[in-house]
């Protein structure tokens, strides 16, 4: 008959997993070290109030838990030579107390802890992220309101397009940033739900009190099925996946910007303080700061596809969460060093509108509104006007001239080329037609880049990001205050070493 392994086992760790394993967990310590002492109290707290742990143990483990609290994760004795972070703490609390540590497992598993734990980081790390959100927005109206007039010309696939103002182009980037920093905060109220007092897999024989647990930790509410409170993945799945959205919205400005500081274009130039030298050339001044960016972008991106392909495992996995405890909060915490580095790039972003000018008469940008006008004047349809402007624009091109410089003779001779007969605009002055800064500014249809236009929406942007600035800080008082009166409850508890809490 084959020996089962079954037990406690008696043997110490191998190094190979202490080196492949518990080191990796221990590393992550620092993001959950001040959930576990809170979710530790709440748990010996509701165990008092269950009247479960007898009143001078509960005084005793409270005690020392306020005192771990005041200790930073860097000064605590984890070491992965002792196990996961749990174990480390467990290994210290019976260093300080002996057997009334062991309290801390009534009707818990280690992994409880955890959830609780990471729960109260992300908690706090994703309303953050939804502020450094709203002050991108906020930081980016201001520079649209300031350059609604200043005429660009927009590209598409690197070639001029059409002529726009440099106030509409950076909104793009305020829209979607925006709507990640106001779909974070529902996300944040997905994290703040309880999974305290849940047991192991069906439930808790001892019968803690869950809502009471979510109380105390300043919880909106309970995870309803104590499985899926032990181990769901999928609010992890779209909070990587939202702050990775935010961070690939700000990679594709840094890369535009990386272009456009460029001598080559010279239509921005990046302040000197996200900048960086070249040890070897002295004339060069790199945009350090929006490599950041892009870079960060991929490996957010690499990050989220990693989490995917961690939590596709069989249900009730350890391998589900255990480098989510790490891989999460690091993603979380770099988006928000990313959003708040490229807040800074924009409101300090020196913007050159005579280079943008003189790019825009360089080319023949006008060419779509030219083609529209063609279409109006001579009652031809589209397709025809866009031919004959098209040939118009490939003559003039090869002469040196520029899209202001197109006639209305020069327009009728590629017609007769074209559809065989002139269009009769040989005497028509093309002047406002061709005006860059007139078809900017007569985008006047919502959404467009007329100044007016440009100005109103960007009003909004900076109205709604305080709104998310708001709402998030808020959200954030209230956890900070449930945290003190979970404190200031222990500490009574502690000292009265009573059963009874009120």
């Not at 930081?139 to 440099?166: C, I, N, W």
């Not at 439930?203 to 099925?225: K, T």
């Not at 972003?349 to 030219?370: K, N």
């Not at 009003?459 to 808020?474: P, S, W």
């Amino acid at each position: 008959m084959r020996e089962v392994a079954l037990g406690y086992p008696t043997e110490g760790p191998a190094p190979e997993l202490i080196e492949a394993g518990f080191a990796i967990e221990v590393a992550d310590a620092p993001f959950l070290h001040e959930g576990y002492n809170l979710a530790d109290m709440a748990h010996v707290l509701a165990l008092i109030e269950s009247g479960i742990i007898p009143p001078t143990a509960a005084a005793r483990l409270l005690t020392l838990l306020l005192e771990v609290q005041e200790i930073p994760a860097s000064d605590f004795p984890y070491d992965p030579l002792y196990g996961d972070p749990y174990n480390c703490r467990e290994r210290y609390f019976v260093q300080q107390i002996g057997d009334d540590a062991g309290w801390l497992h009534a009707g818990r598993p280690r992994r409880e802890a955890g959830r609780v734990a990471l729960r109260l980081w992300l908690r706090t790390v994703v309303t953050g992220l939804a502020i450094d959100a709203a002050g991108f927005v906020e930081k980016t109206a201001g520079v649209a309101e300031r350059h609604a007039e200043t005429v660009m010309p927009d590209q598409t696939y690197l070639q001029q397009a059409q002529p726009s103002t440099f106030g509409h182009y950076i909104l793009t980037f305020a829209y979607p940033a925006l709507r990640d920093g106001t779909w974070l905060v529902p996300g944040a109220d997905w994290v703040n739900q309880s999974p305290g007092g849940a047991g192991c897999v069906n439930g808790s024989r001892l019968n803690p009190d869950r809502a009471r647990i979510a109380e105390l930790l300043g919880f909106d509410g309970v995870i309803e099925h104590t499985r899926d409170a032990m181990w769901q993945t999928d609010t992890l799945v779209h909070l990587l996946a939202t702050g990775t959205s935010l961070v690939t919205g700000l990679s594709k400005l840094a890369e535009d910007l990386e272009i456009w500081d460029s001598q080559e274009f010279d239509f921005v130039d990046l302040a000197e303080a996200y900048t960086r030298s070249s040890v070897l050339m002295p004339q060069k001044r790199n945009p350090y700061a929006l490599s950041i960016v892009r870079g960060a972008a991929g490996v957010l991106i690499g990050r989220l596809t990693g989490l995917l392909a961690v939590v596709k495992t069989p249900s009730a996995r350890t391998d589900n969460l255990i480098f989510a405890y790490g891989e999460v909060p690091r993603s979380l915490d770099l988006a928000a060093r990313v959003t708040r580095l490229m807040g800074g790039v924009v409101a300090t972003l020196r913007v050159r509108p005579e280079r943008m000018w003189e790019s825009l008469v360089g080319g023949f940008s006008q060419a779509t509104d030219l083609a529209e006008y063609v279409m109006q004047t001579c009652e031809v349809d589209y397709r025809t006007a866009y031919r004959v402007v098209g040939t118009t624009v490939r003559d003039a091109a090869q002469k040196g001239l520029r899209g202001i410089d197109l006639t209305g003779q020069m327009l009728d001779e590629a017609a007769v080329r074209e559809i065989g007969r002139p269009l009769g605009l040989a005497e028509r002055n093309l002047d406002d037609v061709l005006d860059p800064r007139k078809i900017a500014f007569g985008r006047t249809s919502p959404g467009g880049a007329a100044p007016g236009i440009v100005r109103e929406m960007a009003g909004n942007c900076r109205a709604e990001a305080g709104k998310l600035e708001e709402e998030a800080r808020q959200r954030q008082a209230h956890y900070r205050d449930a945290e003190a009166r979970l404190l200031e409850m222990a500490r009574t508890a502690a000292q009265a070493g009573t059963s009874s809490i009120e």
